[in-house]
Antibody
Framework: EVQLVESGGGLVKPGESLRLSCAASGFTFSNYSMNWVRQAPGKGLEWVSSISSSGNYIYYADSLKGRFTISRDNAKNSLYLQMNSLRAEDTAVYYC?????????WGQGTMVTVSS | SYELTQPPSVSVSPGQTASITCSGDKLGDKYACWYQQKPGQSPVLVIYQDNKRPSGIPERFSGSNSGNTATLTISGTQAMDEADYYCQAWDSSTVIFGGGTKLTVL
C-alpha cells in the first residue's frame, strides 16, 4: 500500500524549533519529488516547500523567509522539514505529499502548535 | 505573486449539478487540478491536468480550464460530495492553492 506517515509535531513555544518527518512506503521514494503543505486551523491549504527526487532542487514559499529547511534521505525513504524560529502563525497541520506534477498521495498530517 | 480565487461557498441540491470556479491570470495556459477535503481528513486529488480523473474518482467529477477560469463540475451531486474543494496550479516552481470552496449539499 502506498503510504505517507508524518511525525514530529507537537506543542512548542515561540522561537523554538521542531523537525518533522515523513516516512514513505509502497512506492519507490527516490523517483518522486516531495512537498510539505500546511493548513492552519479552519483555514485553507498553504504550500510550504518542495524538493526534487535527488534533493538537488529545493523551493520554498516566500512567506517562510528562510526559517524552514526541507531535506530528504532516499536511503531511509524519508522526508524532513526543519522549522526554526517558530511563530504562532506557524500553527497548523503539516502534510507531506507525493509530487507527480500533482499531489497524488497525502499523509494524514501532523499538528504543530506554537504557543507560550 | 500569482493568486487563485475561489468562491467561499457553493450550495447545490442533491442530484443537481455543482460548479466551482477558480480564477487566475491566464490560468488556461497552466494545468489546473482540484482536491477534495472532508472534515478531519487529508485532501484527495479529484481532477488533474484540467480534466483528468484519477483512478477511483467517480465519473460525475469533471473539469475544464480556459482563459482565466478553471471549473470543477460535479454532476448528480450526492450528499457524500459535501466537502471543501481546492484548486491548484504551478507558477514557475512554486505551488499555488486557491482559498477553497465549501460545497454544501442541501
Amino acid at each position: 500500500e502506498v503510504q505517507l506517515v508524518e511525525s514530529g509535531g507537537g506543542l512548542v513555544k515561540p522561537g523554538e524549533s521542531l523537525r518533522l518527518s515523513c516516512a514513505a512506503s509502497g512506492f519507490t521514494f527516490s523517483n518522486y519529488s516531495m512537498n510539505w503543505v500546511r493548513q492552519a486551523p479552519g483555514k485553507g491549504l498553504e504550500w510550504v516547500s518542495s524538493i526534487s527526487s535527488s534533493g538537488n532542487y529545493i523551493y520554498y514559499a516566500d512567506s517562510l523567509k528562510g526559517r524552514f529547511t526541507i531535506s530528504r534521505d532516499n536511503a531511509k525513504n524519508s522526508l524532513y522539514l526543519q522549522m526554526n524560529s517558530l511563530r504562532a502563525e506557524d500553527t497548523a497541520v503539516y502534510y507531506c505529499a507525493r509530487d507527480s506534477d500533482v499531489f497524488d498521495i497525502w499523509g494524514q498530517g501532523t499538528m504543530v502548535t506554537v504557543s507560550s | 505573486s500569482y493568486e487563485l480565487t475561489q468562491p467561499p461557498s457553493v450550495s447545490v441540491s442533491p442530484g443537481q449539478t455543482a460548479s466551482i470556479t477558480c480564477s487566475g491570470d491566464k490560468l488556461g495556459d497552466k494545468y489546473a487540478c482540484w482536491y477534495q477535503q472532508k472534515p478531519g481528513q487529508s485532501p484527495v486529488l479529484v481532477i488533474y491536468q484540467d480534466n483528468k480523473r484519477p483512478s477511483g474518482i467517480p465519473e460525475r467529477f469533471s473539469g475544464s480550464n480556459s482563459g482565466n477560469t478553471a471549473t470543477l463540475t460535479i454532476s448528480g451531486t450526492q450528499a457524500m460530495d459535501e466537502a471543501d474543494y481546492y484548486c491548484q496550479a504551478w507558477d514557475s516552481s512554486t505551488v499555488i492553492f486557491g482559498g477553497g470552496t465549501k460545497l454544501t449539499v442541501l
